[in-house]
């Protein structure tokens, strides 16, 4: 396989959020069967690999963990708010400088 360089590549990243009970997903999707899914192009990030077993996979879904967040469509409001969850911060923040574009990575 061809190389592919660190600004075309997906950076799936979880966070534990501060509050100890919940994680917040970025850059990946987790199908049923356990496969990580690019959100973008909807390929199969390992192939041949899964990276839960349906068992922690149904674990999470009842305990309302969303594993099929589609990054791309936050808003500014709502990254501020994944951010804050990350780091402990309660609800009702305020974007310090509205003028400042927030990006995933």
Request: glycine share 6%.
């Amino acid at each position: 396989t061809p190389r592919r360089k660190w600004e075309h590549s997906t950076h799936p990243y979880i966070f534990f959020n501060e509050d100890k009970t919940t994680i917040t997903f970025v850059g990946f999707k987790v199908t049923e069967a356990g496969d990580l899914i690019d959100p973008e192009s909807g390929s199969v990030l390992e192939e041949g690999r899964k990276i839960m077993t349906p068992k922690l996979y149904q674990g999470l879904i009842i305990n309302r963990v969303n594993l099929d967040e589609d990054y791309s469509t936050w808003n500014k409001d709502l990254m501020v708010l994944k951010i804050g969850a990350v780091m402990g911060l309660k609800q009702n923040l305020l974007d310090p400088d509205p003028s400042y574009v927030l990006t995933v990575d």
